[in-house]
């Protein structure tokens, strides 16, 4: 995630902000009425880590097994590879078959729809999208609509209208970008209202140099994070801290789904990082979600 990476952090406050004034009343809004427990995710944007072989995955495995060694490391993903091509339905299917139960896959909106076209005659190529996702089944969690930062609030009405015919069967998290989204506090409220009347997420994206997209506020009873790290610096733990502390805060006041998605230059980072948040989490919340972990490796024998 290149989007506001910066490589001098030295004056950047990497505190979060306060909750928004309507996220509690939000989440009392959203609750369902017979919630079950509440569920993480995390994971990374792409499966195919080859700096995880004789790690994280095994030494030696084809390309096609990686999605199947992910799958046992991490249990969601942010499948960034639906940004760049629809997937054929066969393809889903098979994406789908090899992750284990309880894996959710979070598929980008096609660049097609959101950057190229901006939203404006893509009815027809969304429908195609969603169902081909759909063949995700129980495993698919919400489709990921990313603006481009040329998506201005000037848009507002067509952004209204495409998310008004958005289909239904998919849960959808949407990403602003354009700072004018932010600057005006009248828009910013009035655009998070619409998207929790039409009960579409509003992605918050952690990231070094646009601390003005962490608006703190929720639409809907699912947050979704973006978390640009760096390096496994101090700041990448106390902000591991600091998100712990904020989902065990909205847990106890009704958030029923939380995603979260790890971006590190350095893709050896994101397991380490995720033991250390996932430990935080469980010890503030008693929420279980099994880290990532080295698995054995095979050792070859010796005639000596």
């Given at each position: 995630?290149?989007?506001?990476?910066?490589?001098?952090?030295?004056?950047?406050d990497?505190?979060?902000?306060?909750?928004?004034?309507?996220?509690?009343?939000?989440?009392?809004?959203?609750?369902?009425?017979?919630?079950?427990?509440?569920a993480?995710y995390?994971?990374?944007?792409?499966?195919?880590?080859?700096?995880?072989?004789?790690?994280y995955?095994?030494a030696?495995?084809?390309?096609?097994?990686?999605?199947h060694?992910?799958?046992?490391?991490?249990?969601?993903?942010?499948?960034?590879?639906?940004?760049y091509?629809?997937?054929?339905?066969?393809?889903?299917?098979?994406?789908?078959?090899?992750?284990?139960?309880?894996?959710?896959?979070?598929?980008?909106m096609?660049?097609?729809?959101s950057?190229?076209?901006?939203?404006?005659?893509?009815?027809?190529?969304?429908?195609?999208?969603?169902?081909?996702?759909s063949?995700?089944?129980?495993?698919?969690?919400m489709?990921?609509?990313?603006?481009?930062?040329?998506?201005?609030?000037?848009?507002?009405?067509?952004?209204?209208?495409?998310?008004?015919?958005?289909?239904?069967?998919?849960?959808?998290?949407?990403?602003?970008?354009?700072?004018?989204?932010?600057?005006?506090?009248?828009?910013?409220?009035?655009?998070?209202?619409?998207?929790?009347?039409?009960?579409?997420t509003?992605?918050?994206t952690?990231?070094?140099?646009?601390?003005?997209?962490?608006?703190?506020?929720?639409?809907?009873?699912?947050?979704f994070?973006?978390?640009?790290?760096?390096g496994?610096?101090?700041?990448?733990?106390?902000?591991?801290?600091?998100?712990?502390?904020?989902?065990?805060?909205?847990?106890?006041?009704?958030?029923?789904?939380?995603y979260?998605?790890?971006?590190?230059?350095?893709?050896?980072?994101?397991?380490?990082?995720?033991?250390?948040?996932?430990?935080?989490?469980?010890?503030?919340?008693?929420?279980?979600?099994?880290?990532p972990?080295?698995?054995?490796q095979?050792?070859?024998?010796?005639?000596?």
């Amino acid at each position: 995630m290149d989007f506001g990476r910066l490589s001098d952090l030295r004056y950047v406050d990497f505190r979060l902000p306060a909750d928004h004034p309507e996220t509690v009343a939000a989440l009392a809004r959203a609750q369902p009425q017979s919630a079950g427990p509440p569920a993480l995710y995390i994971g990374c944007p792409i499966w195919t880590n080859k700096a995880w072989l004789g790690s994280y995955f095994p030494a030696g495995i084809k390309d096609s097994d990686y999605l199947h060694y992910y799958g046992r490391q991490f249990n969601s993903i942010e499948l960034n590879t639906t940004h760049y091509r629809i997937p054929d339905a066969p393809t889903v299917r098979k994406w789908r078959d090899a992750v284990p139960a309880g894996f959710k896959f979070c598929p980008k909106m096609p660049q097609i729809i959101s950057h190229e076209r901006e939203l404006y005659n893509a009815d027809e190529l969304t429908t195609t999208f969603c169902r081909s996702i759909s063949e995700l089944d129980e495993k698919l969690g919400m489709a990921f609509l990313q603006l481009p930062p040329t998506f201005g609030p000037e848009h507002l009405p067509r952004l209204e209208r495409y998310l008004l015919d958005f289909p239904s069967y998919v849960p959808l998290a949407v990403e602003l970008r354009h700072p004018a989204w932010f600057a005006d506090k009248g828009l910013r409220d009035s655009v998070a209202a619409m998207l929790e009347a039409l009960g579409k997420t509003l992605v918050l994206t952690d990231v070094a140099g646009r601390r003005d997209v962490l608006h703190m506020r929720l639409t809907t009873a699912t947050a979704f994070l973006r978390l640009n790290g760096h390096g496994l610096i101090g700041s990448d733990y106390s902000r591991a801290d600091a998100w712990a502390e904020r989902l065990a805060h909205w847990l106890s006041q009704g958030l029923q789904t939380a995603y979260v998605f790890i971006h590190q230059k350095d893709i050896m980072h994101s397991p380490l990082w995720t033991q250390y948040f996932l430990e935080k989490v469980r010890a503030l919340t008693g929420l279980e979600v099994a880290p990532p972990r080295i698995i054995p490796q095979p050792v070859q024998g010796s005639l000596f």
